[in-house]
T-cell receptor, first 117, second 107 residues
């Protein structure tokens, strides 16, 4: 158990719909990352938040958005869903950086499996 | 960011050491080498990271060549539970996962 929680575990919806995935980071972690993993694409970095602010953006579609709230939990919103959005969505968190490295190891949640029919 | 190259798959006998290679010939001086693994459909799990020196923790050892162009992750006594996809990442900031190496532990 990494300490990162994600809800729901499974989500089945239809094309054109909108869903919200939720992530609670480990206690004390300020950074939250979102990843998408589909069968043919591997793990794709979507976006990172640090203490409520967007820190880095990856291959995130315009139909997707995310935010991090004052209590540090994060939500990933997926709209106008398409069949190709079916995937595992992982959230990860990491503690505040320390020392000379700008990066700390990430702790991943169990993921949300999204199925778009 | 440094691109990494890993073999697509490897086999290792249970109880033996598993040595997973990674090439990162374009790595820059401030980029760390990180290893993660992903057991079927679970969230990736951090294993180890290093900059120049070899590193060891309770899970594995990381050997980085002196020129830092390649590294090897060593699982000293592989078990069936080590069957997973292992990702080598060389980045200064956010993680970019490649295809990884699918490690099969053979009983």
């Amino acid at each position: 158990d990494s300490g990162v929680t994600q809800t729901p575990k499974h989500l089945i919806t239809a094309t054109g719909q909108r869903v919200t995935l939720r992530c609670s980071p480990r206690s004390g972690d300020l950074s939250v990352y979102w990843y998408q993993q589909s069968l043919d694409q591997g793990l794709q970095f979507l976006i990172q938040y640090y203490n409520g602010e967007e820190r880095a953006k990856g291959n995130i579609l315009e139909r997707f958005s995310a935010q991090q709230f004052p209590d540090l939990h994060s939500e990933l919103n997926l709209s106008s869903l398409e069949l190709g959005d079916s995937a595992l969505y992982f959230c990860a968190s990491s503690p505040p950086t320390s020392g000379h490295s700008s990066y700390n190891e990430q702790f991943f949640g169990p993921g949300t499996r999204l199925t778009v029919l | 960011d440094a691109k990494t190259t890993q073999p697509t798959s490897m086999d290792c006998a249970e109880g033996r050491a598993a040595n997973l290679p990674c090439n990162h010939s374009t790595i820059s001086g401030n980029e760390y080498v990180y290893w993660y693994r992903q057991i079927h459909s679970q969230g990736p799990q951090y294993i180890i990271h290093g900059l120049k020196n070899n590193e060891t923790n309770e899970m594995a050892s990381l050997i980085i060549t002196e020129d830092r162009k390649s590294s090897t992750l060593i699982l000293p006594h592989a078990t069936l539970r080590d069957t997973a996809v292992y990702y080598c990442i060389a980045r200064d900031d956010k993680i970019i996962f490649g295809k990884g190496t699918r490690l099969h532990i053979l009983p």
